[in-house]
């Protein structure tokens, strides 16, 4: 049973930073791809950034580039983001997404792409 517990969200100033953990238990079996999502109020959930777990490959959505960076700590399971230079359009709550599995191909960007979740946890850009 993957579980995924996101933490480091807050309030920041316009131009701040957080770095936000996703830490993972029950991921020792196997981990393919790791990302973060995020959805504003009345929005829809959007792709932040995803990683490719044992190459350390990176993705990341045009409106963070740039600005934000995706890594992981192997052995610990747990998946960062590091987010500088934040902006008011930022503000969302932030949720970690995992893959166990390779089927041949990969759609990083896709929420369906991921069947486990956390619970996410708040971000509030605002002067």
């Known amino acids: 049973q993957v579980q995924l517990v996101e933490s480091g969200g807050g309030l920041v100033q316009p131009g701040g930073s957080l770095r936000l953990s996703c830490a993972g238990s029950?991921?020792?079996?196997?981990?393919?791809?790791m990302a973060w999502f995020r959805q504003a109020p009345g929005q829809e959930r959007d792709f932040v950034a995803a990683?490719?777990?044992?190459?350390?490959?990176?993705y990341y959505a045009d409106s963070v580039k740039g600005r934000f960076t995706i890594s992981r700590d192997n052995a610990k399971n747990t998946l960062y983001l590091q987010m500088n230079s934040l902006k008011p359009e930022d503000t969302a709550v932030y949720y970690c997404a995992h893959r166990a599995d390779y089927r041949g191909y990969s759609y990083y960007t896709q929420e369906n792409f991921y069947p486990n979740w956390g619970q996410g946890t708040q971000v509030t850009v605002s002067s």
């Open positions: 990683i490719r777990w044992s190459f350390g490959t990176t």
């Open positions: 029950g991921l020792a079996v196997s981990v393919y791809a």
